[in-house]
């Protein structure tokens, strides 16, 4: 005789058993979404990281930190920004070229940090460096004049010889007919 209201117990399958369908995909997709995401993003922060120990970029976001002009625009304290908007850097034991444009933010404004610089044996000597933030003039962080780029003129145009203008034709200068060709009408 059976006593119990239910009947015979039938076996419950597994939480797998019964949820597969969409559990499966829903765990690719993650993983595809993990990688496909935090993958670059990892990436891209050892990069900035590493970027940021270069001695040219430190040198620069310093002298604008240091900069009175730059302080009083933007506010202290001033933040370099989590990635830069343009670097590019070539270097050699010897010899390098960087080329860069860092942005900068401070409680006031927020601005752009504009750098060119050369290396020359273990220091880096800037060619261009500069704040620009909008509707402020640009901040020149090298003064006046900065040092041209090694192998190259620099252009003076003081040094330049006095040319006299050349005479004004009112009518064009008619070219003389080449030898040996005669005109052809149609």
Sequence with gaps: MNTSAEGQLVP??????RNWKWALPSGCLALLLTCGCLGPLIFGA???????????????????KQSVDVREV?????????????????SSDEKGAASFAVPLKGPKASGTLYGEAYKSG????????????PDHPVINLLGPAAEPAPD????NPDSLPEVEPLPENEEP???????GKKDIEL
């Design 12 to 17: 419950q399958q597994g939480w797998w058993n």
């Design 152 to 155: 190259t003129v620099p252009f």
């Design 122 to 133: 273990e220091e880096w000597t800037f060619t261009t460096l500069k704040v620009e933030v």
């Design 46 to 64: 050892t990069i900035w990281q590493s970027l940021q120990g270069s001695g040219v970029l430190v040198d620069a976001v310093t002298q604008a």
């Design 74 to 90: 933007l506010g202290e304290p001033i933040e370099s920004g989590s990635v830069p908007q343009q670097f590019s850097i070539n």
């Design 173 to 179: 200068a008619q070219e003389p007919p080449e030898k």
